[in-house]
C-alpha cells in the first residue's frame, strides 16, 4: 500500500465535524482487511485505536466506533497488526 496516511491522524475538518477524508480512509483500512485471503467478513479484528493499541480483538462496529472518538494509536501508518508489511507499503 503506498498512500498517504496523514488522514489517519486527522479526524476532525476545522468546524470539528469528522473528515471525509478520514472516513474514506477507514473504508480503505478495512477494505485492506477484509479482502486478504482467508478473513471472513465478520472476523474480530485487533482494534488499532490510541486506547487499545492493538491488543484486544473486536467486531468492525466496535473498531469503527473505537476509531471515531479515540483515533489510531501512534506510528501506526503500516498496519503491520492487520497483515501489512513494510514491502507492501513502499514502491519498488
Not at 496523514?6 to 483500512?29: I, K, V
Not at 482494534?47 to 484486544?56: E, F, R, T, V, Y
Amino acid at each position: 500500500m503506498t498512500d498517504d496516511r496523514r488522514w489517519m491522524y486527522r479526524r476532525r475538518g476545522p468546524r470539528g465535524d469528522y473528515d471525509d477524508e478520514f472516513f474514506n480512509g477507514l473504508q480503505q483500512f478495512f477494505d485492506f482487511i477484509y479482502n486478504r485471503p482467508g478473513v471472513h467478513p465478520n472476523a474480530e479484528i485487533r482494534c488499532p485505536c490510541s486506547k487499545c493499541g492493538n491488543l484486544p480483538h473486536h467486531n468492525r462496529a466496535l473498531v469503527t466506533d473505537h476509531l471515531l472518538r479515540y483515533g489510531f494509536m501512534d506510528a501506526y501508518s503500516v498496519w503491520w497488526a492487520h497483515g501489512e508489511t513494510l514491502s507492501n507499503n513502499v514502491d519498488p
